[in-house]
């Protein structure tokens, strides 16, 4: 049976671990601490769903990876912030065979190896290095999700929408190993996708969240009062207009227009962004990885981004006052 350890068991990594669990092919363990460690060891993995409490057995349940052992997948579903931290802990779950699949907001340190002019890691992501040194590329596997949840108390996760997962090689084309998480997590009810160009879709998803989350965090706004401010509205399509620039020069070129994209945000209503979730409940918000890093890669190609670096600015700024994002070294 695949060996499958959940790495951050909050909102996705709960969602992910408890139905991965529940679908019966995988046993799935947490790397966790504090209150959520205790709680799934009491009452394994919870998920509240619109048909009921999903409720299954943990395989295992540790603050130390060397409790729980070597991995087939290790599925790496923290915050941006927490990162670092975590992958100094992780050796013992990555042998020689094992798939890391990191389920997280944003573009990943990886994200512009291969492209001519970077380094292996983004710094805004990886900004010591010690992400890429702890996990080798080779057994990365790209991962975009498309669903919402929260965390209702410690072990406890409620579905809100979406069981999208997209999962491919960071390198483009398709692979056995893909195709064997993709059949795992699709027994488990999620909606997979094969992809054959997983950087496109990382891409394609950050265009649409640049700027609907750190203005959400700013102001407090639901995403359709972002929407129906004619003035922010214009400035969400400039920034993104940026970012679709630095896409069609790393290989994620986008045929959407900004007001595309917003006609399909708009169908969603009145929702809180996960930026502005989180500061809501004051935990350090995912900054780097969703506009620092555009910020990276246009000055690496020499573009131009002043509506990015505005909004970078603000956002960090405002995480500074409210103590969710760091001080100025």
């Known amino acids: 049976m695949t060996q499958v350890c959940i790495v951050g068991a909050g909102a996705i990594g709960g969602f992910i671990g408890a139905k991965l669990a529940a679908a019966g092919h995988a046993q799935v363990s947490a790397l966790a601490r504090g209150a959520t460690l205790e709680a799934l060891r009491a009452h394994g993995w919870r998920l509240n769903t619109a048909q009921g409490l999903l409720q299954s057995e943990l395989a295992a349940a540790s603050e130390h990876a060397g409790d729980l052992g070597v991995q087939d997948l290790v599925v790496i579903a923290v915050k941006g912030p927490?990162?670092?931290?975590?992958?100094?802990?992780?050796?013992?779950l990555i042998g020689p065979a094992t798939l890391v699949m990191p389920a997280m907001n944003g573009v990943p340190w990886w994200f512009c190896r291969g492209v001519a002019g970077f380094p292996e890691t983004l710094r805004s992501?990886?900004?010591?290095?010690?992400?890429?040194?702890?996990i080798p590329f080779e057994q990365v596997i790209g991962c975009v999700v498309h669903a919402s949840?929260?965390?209702?108390?410690?072990?406890?996760?409620?579905?809100?929408?979406?069981?999208?997962?997209?999962?491919?090689?960071?390198?483009?084309?398709?692979?056995e190993r893909v195709q064997r998480i993709v059949d795992l997590v699709s027994e488990a009810g999620f909606d997979a996708t094969h992809s054959t160009d997983i950087r496109f879709d990382i891409?394609?998803?950050?265009?649409?969240?640049?700027?609907m989350n750190?203005?959400?965090?700013?102001?407090?706004?639901?995403?359709?009062?972002?929407?129906?401010?004619?003035?922010v509205r214009g400035f969400c399509s400039a920034a993104m207009a940026e970012a679709q620039k630095i896409g069609a020069r790393i290989g994620c070129p986008i045929t959407q227009s900004p007001e595309d994209r917003h006609e399909v945000t708009s169908r969603?209503?009145?929702?809180?962004?996960?930026?502005?979730?989180?500061?809501?409940?004051?935990?350090?918000?995912e900054l780097d990885a969703i506009v620092g890093v555009v910020r990276e890669i246009g000055e690496r190609l020499g573009?131009?981004?002043?509506?990015?670096?505005?909004?970078?600015?603000?956002?960090?700024?405002f995480g500074r006052v409210h103590g969710l994002y760091p001080q100025v070294a």
């Open 214 to 231: 750190p203005v959400s965090a700013i102001t407090g706004a639901t995403g359709d009062r972002i929407l129906a401010d004619p003035l």
């Open 303 to 317: 573009i131009a981004t002043p509506c990015t670096d505005i909004l970078f600015g603000l956002a960090r700024l």
């Open 149 to 175: 949840s929260s965390v209702s108390e410690p072990g406890l996760v409620q579905h809100k929408l979406g069981q999208g997962l997209i999962v491919g090689e960071p390198v483009g084309g398709t692979s």
């Open 125 to 134: 992501v990886d900004p010591t290095g010690e992400v890429n040194a702890a």
């Open 268 to 285: 969603l209503g009145a929702f809180r962004t996960s930026m502005l979730q989180d500061a809501d409940a004051g935990r350090a918000i």
């Open 203 to 211: 891409w394609y998803k950050l265009w649409g969240n640049m700027t």
């Open 82 to 92: 927490a990162l670092a931290h975590v992958v100094r802990g992780i050796g013992p």
